[in-house]
T-cell receptor, first 111, second 116 residues
Framework: GESVGLHLPTLSVQEGDNSIINCAYS??????FIWYKQESGKGPQFIID?????DKRQGQRVTVLLNKTVKHLSLQIAATQPGDSAVYFC??????????FGKGTRLSVIA | NAGVTQTPKFQVLKTGQSMTLQCAQD?????MSWYRQDPGMGLRLIHY???????DQGEVPNGYNVSRSTTEDFPLRLLSAAPSQTSVYFC???????????????FGPGTRLLVL
């Protein structure tokens, strides 16, 4: 079946450094991909999305890159701050089917 | 707008008990979903609804029932609670923009359920 997965379950970065969180997907028919951030004790929050016909999309301090050739998605966070510490999920959407979430990567920011 | 609200925040049940987890949204979203989140498992879809009167099964529907009598409410019923249903439950709502943009899900704060 189709699946969305993550390369690394945990990631530790120094405050001020850039963070890169990776995600692999297998559904080549996905329409778009979404990144969510989940802080401890809270529900996931939308960060940024990217349509499948795009390679890159930038937001405030975040950039998502999509490589359809190798079915890889990444979330880059610039100048990582303590408030960025959370679990990050990628998700993919195809047609009218429900979102499929990956297992998540925990980002820990070291002050 | 309150967004997506869930009650209760915490619940302890004994095996075999039944209960209903409440979810409501005030954004007039068409789509609503229930997920469970277990350590290391990410979010797994239990049931979802694309509109009032319409529900469908997700990845892990067994042991749960849903109904969608109104656009606003999407309760999740545990028929006979089992320890395997100990989890954190998230309700979400979303809409599909007519412009064809990405569907964005809004999550509630979650209900933490412990089944003894």
């Amino acid at each position: 079946g189709e699946s969305v997965g993550l390369h690394l379950p945990t990631l530790s970065v120094q405050e001020g450094d850039n963070s890169i969180i990776n995600c692999a997907y297998s559904n080549s028919a996905s329409d778009y991909f979404i990144w969510y951030k989940q802080e401890s004790g809270k529900g996931p929050q939308f960060i940024i999305d990217i349509r499948s016909n795009m390679d890159k999309r930038q937001g405030q301090r975040v950039t998502v890159l999509l490589n359809k050739t190798v079915k890889h998605l990444s979330l880059q966070i610039a100048a990582t701050q303590p408030g960025d510490s959370a679990v990050y999920f990628c998700a993919e959407k195809s047609g009218n089917t429900p979102l499929v979430f990956g297992k998540g990567t925990r980002l820990s920011v070291i002050a | 707008n309150a967004g997506v609200t869930q009650t209760p925040k915490f619940q302890v049940l004994k095996t075999g008990q039944s209960m209903t987890l409440q979810c409501a949204q005030d954004m007039n979203h068409e789509y609503m979903s229930w997920y469970r989140q277990d350590p290391g498992m990410g979010l797994r879809l239990i049931h979802y609804s694309v509109g009032a009167g319409i529900t469908d099964q997700g990845e892990v529907p067994n042991g749960y029932n849903v109904s969608r009598s109104t656009t606003e409410d999407f309760p999740l019923r545990l028929l006979s609670a089992a320890p395997s249903q100990t989890s954190v439950y998230f309700c979400a709502s979303s809409y599909q923009p007519s412009s064809g943009g990405a569907e964005t899900q809004y999550f509630g704060p979650g209900t933490r359920l412990l089944v003894l």
